[in-house]
């Protein structure tokens, strides 16, 4: 008697606490639909767009009257036999790697040295952050003036110590590292930023604990602080990737790509194709742009592969 007038009890219970188990349920959906439509509206959308730009031919007469021919894979197979493709592909890698490399370097080296928390530390930090407050025109007019041939500040200090006149800007064999120079002042304040938040969850006392066992600066950085940051040094360098992949205005504004494509890279040659000529050709412009998204989705799988072998190990 005793158990079947508890059933029903426990079934009301039961139905008063159906409610309540799925409302978290809905409560996370409320949460992640903005997000959702965020990325379809921002992301998604934009991607799809683009991927139908590169297998049209999209002409100024063809947005009007909304009537594009469609070539299929014809615009990837003429970018990758443009004789611009190999130039624009190594001129990428050249200044991706060589910016990231030296930001991260350099940014890391001033992290260590801001962290030991001297005195005027703090405005010191705080004046290496000026580059990446500036807007990118001023900063890339700023370096066109200073690595000007005739009359540059760059040049002039150079002929104090008798070295002759450089072409930073206009000459086929400076003009890449002339634009690299210049991302690469823009990028340190990033990395400083990020390395020495970092820094800030190292324990101090495992370097108490080295200095005890008798260990050296060297030692303490190469054997605690550099494997400690390695998380962080990833995401660091993958950020910086994918930002400088994407490096049109600095590039645009010193040289234009020029001379005779010396410092085009993928985004030059893709902003030039499409805005550059006066002759818009969107849909070459849009298949070297995706070219740009597999090249940084590959290095978001190789970044998310070694994160995932590393929490395994």
Known sequence: MTSVRTRPATVRRAAHQAPRRRSPRWTALAFLTPLVLYLIAFYAYPLYRNIDLSVHDYTPRAFVQGDPEF???????????????LRALSNTAL??????????????????????????????????????????????????????????????????????????????????????????????????VILYAGLQTISADLYEAAGL??????????????????????ITLLLGLIYTL????????MTKGGPADASTTLAIWSYREAFGTGQPDFSPAA???????????????????????????
Do not use: C
Request: aromatic content about 12%.
């Open 213 to 234: 066992d008798g260990a050296n600066a060297w030692q303490r950085f190469w054997r605690i602080t550099f494997p400690l940051l390695r998380p962080v040094s990833a």
């Open 71 to 85: 070539t299929g894979l014809d615009n990837y197979v003429n970018i990758l036999s443009d004789d611009t493709f």
């Open 287 to 313: 298949a070297v742009g995706n070219l740009l998204i597999l090249i940084a989705f590959a290095a978001g799988l190789v970044h998310v592969r070694l994160q995932r072998r590393e929490e395994r190990g």
């Open 95 to 192: 200044f991706t790697l060589g910016s990231i490399a030296v930001q991260y370097a350099l940014g890391l080296a001033l992290a260590v040295f801001f962290h030991r928390h001297f005195r005027l530390s703090v405005a010191l930090r705080a004046m290496f952050l000026v580059p990446w407050l500036l807007p990118l025109i001023v900063s890339a007019s700023t370096w066109s003036w200073m690595l000007n041939s005739e009359n540059g500040i760059v040049n002039a200090a150079l002929q104090a110590f008798g070295i002759g006149q450089i072409n930073w800007l206009t000459s086929p064999d400076t003009s890449l590292l002339a634009v690299t120079i210049a991302n690469i002042w823009l990028g340190i304040p990033f990395n400083l």
């Open 246 to 253: 994407k490096v049109v205005d600095i590039i645009w504004i």
